[in-house]
């Protein structure tokens, strides 16, 4: 069955995502810390797995999206979680160090839309937002069974 997130309010997209969260274990942490250049060899380590391929099934064992789009969502919708906490994106990337410009960048480039309009919007909307982009990876029939 299709995930039809548009159906759905808030607290379901929110037990969704937690979820989500549960599913990616120690990825989950790793990609809070919102460091633009985590690398798959850095995801490969944070789970324990060898490589690239290992890494890939993996993640389609937790019926979860490959690293770059799970990385890239999680990362925008976590500085719109930190953003209505009240941090600017701008004091985001400068406290990490990064450039303000490639966390705007990120944002556009993974959702479509400016930050100001993310942002205006809401955690709630961008969540169900990026459920709806990893919806294909989430459904069980495309899972890799277990062994």
Known sequence: MLLDTGAYGDDEVKMHW????VRMG?????????????????????????????????LARRRLPPVRLLKNWFQV???ARRAERGTSLCNLALSRGEYPAAYYRLVSSTTGHSWTEVESRGLAWLERLALQAWEPYMRLQNAVELR
């Not at 937690?18 to 969260?21: D, K, N, P, Q």
Request: charged content about 30%; glycine content about 2%.
């Open 77 to 79: 919708v976590e500085m």
């Open 26 to 58: 120690a990825l989950a942490e790793l990609f809070a810390e919102l460091r633009l250049a985590v690398t798959v060899a850095d995801a490969c380590a944070t789970i324990g797995v060898a490589d690239r391929s290992e890494l890939s099934r993996d």
């Open 18 to 21: 937690l979820e989500l969260r």
